[in-house]
């Protein structure tokens, strides 16, 4: 274990767990084609397993990895890596519609009202959905992490997947919202179905066409070796609009069943109990005795 990785180890013990139960749609979002698998394989083949319809979308396609490389090499670098994230889901047993918005690689911060307008669109059924954490360090990431936020129904739970945070964050960083972070334990199966995944994404393993280094060497694989993954919760951005409450009641005058409900009948008894004892001075209620 290299000293970067080391110093994370205390970070993820005693974090929650994250329930991978109860989801009907789930769409993972990524800037580029393997971020859904380093960030969050486990938790995909998780949703997956339990029945979860599972969609991912991917904003580029990856062909600025290696900045040197001319036009021509780039599209086949693209297309390259749209078939590593076909045999990658394949291999992770993963069966995903896959929605590739092809905007450009590096520069997706200037095509944010383009992804905002395809993700409302793919997100409208979506009850859970995975993106890029938004203050990620990568431009590409943070941009395409806030435009889900911005897309996503107020319905949707929405969960981030820290990617460069790892090997360029500080774990100290008051950036970092751990009183929101979630862990997900990986099976051994899960673990192995993810390493293959990875492997998968040869060119990014390898010394790109022009000599450059290896996008994922061995020190930043590390963090996503783990038997482990984190999810930050994303709190929503806004409350819920008044046509979703005209809906509710449009089709049931009692929506919330505060009539039938033993539940709702409990509680509001309790509390009017509460509001009677109050009103009579209850020791919470009385006026606190002057000094002396």
Known sequence: ???????????????????????????????????????ASGILQALHDNGCRVDVVVASDGEAAFPKLGQ?????????????????????????????????????????????????????????????????????????GKSVLAAAPVTTHCWSYPIWMWHWTAEESEEIPWRHAYGYELSPAQRHRKSSGVQAFVSQLERGPDGSDPILPPDVLEHFDRDCEVLFRQPRRQSTPIGRFQELYAGNADPWHTKDSWYERRKRATLLAALRANATGTPWNRPATPAR
């Open 1 to 39: 274990m290299t000293s970067v990785e080391r110093r994370w180890t205390s970070r993820l013990t005693g974090l929650p767990a994250f329930d991978t139960s109860g989801y009907r749609h789930v769409v993972a979002v990524a800037a580029h084609p393997d971020d859904e698998t380093l960030g």
């Open 72 to 144: 021509r090499e780039r599209t086949e670098l693209g297309h390259r890596r749209r078939l590593e994230l076909a045999e990658s889901l394949r291999v992770q047993g993963i069966d995903a519609e896959v929605h590739w918005l092809g905007l450009p690689d590096s520069g997706l911060t200037e095509h944010a009202d383009e992804m905002v307008a395809a993700l409302r669109e793919l997100l409208a059924d979506a009850d859970c959905c995975l993106l890029p954490w938004p203050n990620d360090p990568h431009p590409d990431h943070s941009i395409v």
